[in-house]
């Protein structure tokens, strides 16, 4: 079960600072965002390779921009550990995928809550992981959209079915009363924002969330 803090609710005049408070976490999800995909714009490649040099834990980069296909293999030159693209966007994911697991970082696929789960079948044994994203990406702290829970238990059985090993993560209203329901269903990665950024001591908030997945999942 691992628990991965999105930097989209930290304090970005002190990323450094924040990245530390979150170092017993097992990734830290880094929100890319081009204002075309989705209406918001974030960060790009400099800004990750430097949130590499200083960050405690490996960087788990979720890009939801246009056109990955061109742009995905710098964020795994500039030293992220998993680089994630959505289906949506992507002009060729199989290739896409094997390029990304060619240089040395874990391959992820995203998929709007809008877009079936049946679409990605001939992508699973391409990929490391499927984050199912429970709310409309663009924007941190929004509720958790219920009519997609369905879709995380479609995706594990999905999986199970076609005997590839990945991971399934959830992005988007992540919170303390529904990380074991989002365990219990198949979730087994889990992007929690101000579920963890909002709470002074961290560390303890991780261990909460993290305790609570297991323990849903009976592994505790």
Do not use: C
């Not at 079936?116 to 941190?140: C, H, K, N, Y």
């Not at 001591?201 to 009976?218: P, S």
């Amino acid at each position: 079960m691992q628990i991965n803090p999105s930097i989209l609710s930290a304090d970005f005049a002190n990323l450094e600072t924040e990245l530390m408070s979150i170092s017993s976490a097992d990734m830290v999800h880094v929100d890319v965002m081009d204002n075309h995909f989705v209406p918001n714009l974030t960060l790009g490649p400099a800004i990750v390779e430097r949130l590499s040099q200083v960050s405690p834990i490996p960087l788990d980069v979720h890009l939801m921009i246009e056109n990955p296909d061109r742009w995905a293999i710098e964020y795994a030159e500039v030293g992220a550990a998993s680089v994630t693209f959505h289906y949506e966007a992507a002009e060729d994911p199989i290739s896409l995928a094997r390029q990304l697991r060619a240089a040395g970082v874990k391959a992820a696929v995203a998929i709007k809550p809008a877009t079936r789960v049946s679409l990605i079948a001939d992508l699973l044994q391409e990929v490391d992981m499927l984050l199912v994203m429970t709310v409309e990406p663009g924007f941190g702290g929004q509720p958790l959209l219920l009519d997609t829970l369905e879709k995380i238990a479609q995706a594990r059985t999905l999986i199970q079915t076609s005997g590839a090993m990945v991971a399934i993560q959830v992005d988007g209203g992540v919170t303390e009363s529904n990380i074991a329901q989002l365990s219990s269903l198949g979730a087994d990665s889990f992007v929690a924002g101000s579920a963890v950024y909002n709470h002074p001591d961290r560390a303890n908030q991780i261990l909460k969330l993290r305790r609570l997945a297991l323990a849903a999942a009976g592994q505790e």
